[in-house]
């Protein structure tokens, strides 16, 4: 059921890079133009196409590739909590809250699901191991 959730979450991604991708045509086509937004908008859309991959990619082997998932978790949960604090003091609108308010539940799974699978605690996690108390086992062939 995790590989499915992650999987599907990582797939939806892929949606919102070719969405934020998608926002930096009409900034580029603006008369007169719009400074400051077009490579930004451009270099966020890349990177949440590669995190969209890497879900993906780690997915299929979960218990060897569950950092990846794991600090895909810490992402979400730190971008929720930006958003929790921004919007009550003026510096976001509440709209964006109910946008990526998602990403709660979402990280959350990922960091409760990356602890069961590995049966690795968070710290563990953190530094890249997949396995509980000890290394990460070196990559076959």
Not at 90 to 116: C, F, H, Q, R, S
């Given at each position: 059921?995790?590989?499915?959730?992650?999987?599907?979450?990582?797939?939806?991604?892929?949606?919102?890079?070719?969405?934020?991708?998608?926002?930096?045509?009409?900034?580029?086509l603006?008369?007169?133009?719009?400074?400051?937004?077009?490579?930004?908008?451009?270099?966020?859309?890349?990177?949440?196409?590669?995190?969209?991959?890497?879900?993906?990619?780690?997915?299929?082997?979960?218990?060897?590739?569950?950092?990846?998932?794991?600090?895909?978790?810490?992402?979400?949960?730190?971008?929720?909590?930006?958003?929790?604090?921004?919007?009550?003091?003026?510096?976001?609108?509440p709209?964006?809250l109910?946008?990526?308010?998602?990403?709660?539940?979402?990280?959350?799974?990922?960091?409760?699901?990356?602890?069961k699978?590995?049966?690795?605690?968070?710290?563990?996690?953190?530094?890249?191991?997949?396995?509980?108390?000890?290394?990460?086992?070196?990559?076959?062939?």
């Amino acid at each position: 059921m995790l590989k499915k959730f992650v999987y599907w979450t990582g797939m939806s991604d892929f949606l919102v890079g070719l969405g934020v991708w998608a926002s930096a045509i009409p900034v580029a086509l603006a008369e007169p133009p719009v400074i400051g937004q077009f490579v930004p908008l451009i270099t966020l859309g890349t990177f949440l196409l590669m995190a969209a991959a890497l879900l993906v990619w780690s997915s299929h082997d979960m218990p060897n590739r569950v950092p990846v998932m794991f600090w895909q978790g810490l992402v979400r949960l730190s971008a929720i909590s930006g958003i929790i604090y921004a919007v009550p003091n003026d510096l976001a609108y509440p709209l964006e809250l109910l946008l990526i308010g998602w990403d709660g539940p979402i990280g959350l799974t990922y960091v409760i699901g990356a602890m069961k699978v590995t049966g690795c605690s968070f710290f563990e996690l953190l530094q890249g191991k997949t396995t509980p108390g000890g290394a990460t086992p070196p990559a076959a062939g």
